[in-house]
Each structure stands twice: as C-alpha cells, then as structure tokens.
C-alpha cells in the first residue's frame, strides 16, 4: 500500500507530466529536451523520465536528430472525446455571466447556420426597460450586429453575399462597408435595426481553426447604451471573447491574422 510520500510523489508526477504536454503550442508543436527544460522547471533525469513515460501512453511521439517531441494520438483521443461532449453554451456561461454582472443588459450569444444565426444562450436584463429574443431565436445573419459580428469574419465571396441578402433590403455595398468597418473596429453595433429604441454591439469568438464560431451581443435601450457608453462595452465583450476562443483552443495569432 502506497504511502502518504509516495502518494505525494505521484500527484506531482502528474502535475510535472500536464506541464509538459500544455508546453506544446500551435505555434511550437514539436520541442526538443533543451526547449522544454526552458519551459518546465524540471531537471534533466525527470524531464527525460516522464517524456519517455509519455511516449510510452502515446501522448507524446518522438522523431529526427537531435530528437524533437510532438504531442501524440492519445492528446488526439481526448480532444475528439472533448469536442464530441462540447455544450458551447454551458461553456460559455461563465463568460457570459461576467458580461451580464458588469454590464446589467440583456446578454446573449449567437452561433452561424447559413444565412441565419442562432440564439443559443440568453441572459435577460433584471431592469425593467430591456430588450431580449429568448433562445432559439433567428434571425438574418446581414442583419443586426450579433450576425454582422460573425459574417465580418467569415470572408463570404460577394455572391454568396447576394444570396444572403436576398430579400432583406439590405443594399450588397453598405453590407460591405459595415463588415470592413467592423474589422477594423472589432465589433458591430445596430441602432433601431431590429427594434425601435434598441441598441446592439457584438463582437465574434472563433474556434481553435480560427474561424468565426458565434458571436457574444449585448442590447439595451438607447437611453442606457449611449456612444461612450457602447464603447466600454464593445471593449469588454472583446475582452471576453478573446477568454471563450481561448476555451475553444484559438489562439492570439489567429485573431492577429483575422484583423489584417
């Protein structure tokens, strides 16, 4: 039977082995011992024993001279288990509760499907002027600034454009404008598009490919979400969605990518 100390040793074998593998980044998916002994603070004969321990579970494989690691099949196994299991908006619900606390508007996240976008988490303003859609709402995704948000980043060719404008009385060049506008920003913003009094900014999450998954909205009256006031908020929902695609395996350079 093990004892407290060997028990001991073990968590921390564990721990030690995590740091390794979170060493990878997609910006360096394959170390040598040298580079992961910058990254870990371990010494050379446990580096060298947990690696070989790794390699042996199949989360880590080993190629070339010098001898350089990447991250293996066994990584692959639990991320596809991951992505299987993935419930974005219960994912999502701790980033949306810090908007909701700081803000006390209607917050809301939205996710692509064709030409519409979804609702597919909401949660309502406890003020008593405020505006919601409830979850499963739809809407265009040209319309409003939670689908414009989305489509800003999705580098839809113009005719597929037309087909999403079709009917809308959108006008195909202010469309485009207002999508270049929005990257430059890093949000969207509508006033009375939808509802009369109504006031929206939105900015896009993406997911670890770097493509827009949804975007993350907040609405309110326009008493309330004045000029100065819209840009506090687009600045923490930009905040907070840069923290969700993180969550979702995206990293900075993507989003450095996706604003050129």
Not at 65 to 74: A, D, N, T, V
Not at 86 to 102: G, M, T
Not at 187 to 196: K, Q, R, T, V
Request: net charge neutral; hydrophobic share 40%; glycine share 6%.
């Amino acid at each position: 039977m093990a004892t407290t100390t060997e028990k001991s040793e073990n968590v921390r074998a564990v721990g030690r082995a995590l740091e390794i593998l979170l060493a990878f980044t997609p910006q360096d998916v394959e170390l040598s011992p040298a580079e992961l002994l910058k990254r870990v603070d371990l010494s050379r004969p446990t580096l060298y024993r947990l690696l070989y321990t790794l390699e042996e579970h199949g989360f880590l494989v080993s190629a070339g001279e010098p001898q350089k690691f990447r991250l293996g099949p066994s990584v692959a196994r639990l991320a596809h288990v991951w992505t299987s299991s993935l419930d974005l908006s219960l994912l999502a619900q701790p980033v949306l509760q810090r908007i909701w606390r700081e803000t006390s508007e209607t917050v809301a996240m939205f996710v692509p499907q064709g030409p519409l976008r979804l609702c597919v988490a909401e949660l309502p303003s406890p003020q008593p002027l405020n505006f919601k859609r409830g979850v499963g709402y739809t809407e265009r995704i040209v319309r409003g600034a939670s689908g414009r948000a989305i489509l800003a980043y999705m580098d839809a060719a113009p005719e597929e454009l037309r087909e999403y404008l079709r009917d809308s009385g959108v006008d195909l060049k202010v469309l485009q404008e207002e999508l270049v506008q929005t990257r430059k920003r890093g949000y969207a913003s509508s006033h009375n598009e939808l509802i009369s009094g109504a006031v929206a900014v939105a900015v896009p999450f993406f997911d670890r490919h770097g493509a827009a998954a949804g975007s993350i909205g907040v609405f309110g009256p326009e008493v309330r979400l004045n000029a100065s006031r819209l840009k506090q908020v687009a600045k923490l929902l930009v905040e907070e969605a840069a923290t969700l695609s993180g969550m979702l395996g995206h990293s900075a350079e993507h989003s450095a990518e996706a604003r050129m």
